[in-house]
């Protein structure tokens, strides 16, 4: 992600970390909740406050959000390194779950650069080239590693 990229979405403003949460990314993986209740909380407004938790903490939960529907920040301008390996991951359900040093392509507009994403695989999604669950695509399971 470049600096640029992290503006899509709400951004979640800390002292140290900024959380920007795009919802027309997220499949519900539910990896922040269960990571930093105390941060992400969907029954509370805000529901996230980054100061809640050390920043580092924070930054790296949202690392593990398998759609990239979560991106941070730090005041620093220091956003999020990719993997020095790119994997892609085909699942039963549709999901094509990439991470690496990324750009992606839809058709009505330029490529972005990205860390992590969720690609629709069963071609039904409306956010293509991203995973909505249109399709036969379920909420990710946390024990299959996404």
Known sequence: MTAGDAGRGKPYPGHVITVTF?????IHAAECVHGLPQVFDTARRPWIKPDAAPAD?????????????????????T???PP??????RFADGRIVLRGDLRI?????????????????CGRSG??????????????????GT
Request: glycine share 8%; hydrophobic share 25%.
């Open 57 to 77: 903490e924070v930054a790296e939960v949202v690392r593990r959000c398998p759609s990239g529907a979560l991106q941070y920040t730090l005041v620093d301008g």
């Open 84 to 89: 020095a390996e790119t994997t892609v991951r």
């Open 127 to 144: 956010n293509q080239p991203y995973c909505d669950h249109a399709g036969p695509c379920r909420p990710a399971d946390p024990a299959d």
């Open 22 to 26: 795009d919802p027309a990314r997220c």
């Open 105 to 121: 392509s839809a058709e009505d507009g330029p490529p972005r650069h990205e860390t992590r994403v969720t690609l629709c695989g």
């Open 79 to 81: 956003t999020e390194a």
